[in-house]
Structure formats: structure tokens, C-alpha cells
């Protein structure tokens, strides 16, 4: 070929359908039974591969799950791209990107938090720094958006509006994770929603605060019997 690359041969075409076929199948057993309940005869015999081609693919089950995560993790990549490509300023991009991360993880089943849960105590720890910065790096672009259109406030360096966000965003899954009955739907929109008031620049115009279902500006003007300033 004039550009140098050559295609790939028909076995090597076989083996990554095959292999993206072993992903796919677990995720699906996963989302619907568990990632416990779920065994690798059962994913062989759903994938319709004989049982030792698996392992040609991944040494254990315990791998497959770390290639389930890195597949998750590109859906919150492509989620961050779709929010950055729609209508809005910063604020809304926020919240609209936690709120549906929350909305694509609980239309997933119940079962989707105990396979976060083994995801972060099993798959996670093995790639921790690389996944790490990749995360930072899709919020970094979102956070970039928002300098370049001068939305930001500009007293605070962005390392640490990035490391607030991002640590704001664990923190949600970690306690879906850990918590029975965390409301992680209404905690995302909520704690999305403060972190675009504190983010943006004091003399915001009031429209940046009308988030759609989000309601932090009219349940934030008091808390308690204090007020609270927000921008008008």
C-alpha cells in the first residue's frame, strides 16, 4: 500500500473479532448476573468458543476484567466528547457530563455496581497511574473549554480545578460502590451543579446557573437558616 501500512491477515482479523466476542459476551454476563455469579465455562460456551481459546486470549478471568475496564473507561471518553460537542458553557457541560455518567451506569442493571465494585478492587490497582491520567486528561479537555472561553475563574491554577473535579467524580462511584441506597443520580446533578457555581467566574450571568433538572442555585440561596451568596 502507497501509505506503508499493511492490512491485517485473515488470522488476525479471526483473532480480535474473537477476542472483542469474549469481551463483549463477559460484559454483558457481568452487567446481568454479576461478575462473581459469572464463570469462564459459562462465557465460552454464551461467546460459542471452545474452552481452552480463552485462555489464548486472556490467562484468567481476572484479565478479562482489566479488558472490561479499559472498555468502560472509553465510554467515558466518548461521553465527555459527545458533552463537548453540544450547546452550553461550561457549567452545563459539567453537570450534563456527571449526570449522564450517573445515567449510563444505573440504566446498566443493579448488577453494574458490584462490577464497579470489582473493577476498582481488582482491575484498577494493576493500572492505576495510567488510568489515572487518562481520566484527568478527558476532564483536563473539558476544564480547557472552559479557559479558552474565558469561563473560569483565574485566581486558582487549573491543576487544582482539575484535581477537584476529578476527585469530586471518584467520589460519587466509591460511595454508589460502598453505600446501600446511594442516591448517586441526584448526588452526581447536586455535586456537579456546586462544583460549576465554585468553578466559573463570580460574575457569571444568572443564566449559566439554570442547569435544567438541576436545582442547586434555588436550594444553595439557604442552607439552614444561613444564606448563602450565589451569583444573580
Not at 466528547?81 to 449522564?100: C, I, N, T, Y
Not at 495510567?130 to 485566581?155: K, P, T, Y
Not at 471518584?170 to 446511594?182: A, C, I, K, M, P
Not at 446533578?189 to 460574575?203: D, E
Request: aromatic share 10%; hydrophobic share 40%; net charge negative.
Amino acid at each position: 500500500m502507497s501509505d506503508g501500512l499493511a492490512m491485517p491477515s485473515r488470522r488476525e482479523r479471526r483473532r480480535v473479532a474473537v477476542r472483542d466476542r469474549i469481551v463483549e459476551t463477559a460484559l454483558s454476563l457481568f452487567e446481568t448476573q454479576g461478575y462473581e455469579a459469572t464463570t469462564v465455562a459459562e462465557i465460552v460456551r454464551r461467546a460459542d468458543i471452545a474452552y481452552g481459546t480463552f485462555f489464548n486470549h486472556f490467562p484468567s478471568k481476572l484479565h478479562l476484567l482489566r479488558e472490561v475496564a479499559d472498555h468502560s473507561m472509553r465510554d467515558l471518553f466518548e461521553n465527555v466528547e459527545e458533552v463537548r460537542k453540544k450547546p452550553g458553557d461550561f457549567a452545563q457541560h459539567l453537570v450534563a457530563l456527571f449526570e449522564s455518567s450517573a445515567e449510563r451506569t444505573l440504566a446498566k442493571g443493579p448488577q453494574m455496581r458490584e462490577l464497579i465494585g470489582a473493577m476498582m478492587a481488582l482491575a484498577f490497582p494493576e493500572t492505576a497511574g495510567s488510568d489515572d491520567r487518562r481520566i484527568r486528561a478527558a476532564f483536563g479537555e473539558l476544564l480547557a473549554d472552559g479557559v479558552l472561553r474565558g469561563e473560569l475563574r483565574d485566581d486558582v491554577d487549573r491543576e487544582t480545578l482539575l484535581e477537584v473535579v476529578v476527585g469530586a467524580w471518584y467520589s460519587l462511584f466509591f460511595s454508589w460502590v460502598h453505600f446501600d441506597g446511594y442516591p448517586l443520580r441526584e448526588r452526581a446533578s447536586k455535586a456537579a451543579c456546586f462544583l460549576a457555581q465554585t468553578l466559573s467566574l463570580p460574575q457569571a450571568p444568572a443564566s449559566r446557573w439554570d442547569l435544567g433538572g438541576a436545582s442547586l442555585l434555588r436550594e444553595s440561596e439557604t442552607f439552614g437558616d444561613v444564606p448563602r451568596d450565589v451569583p444573580r
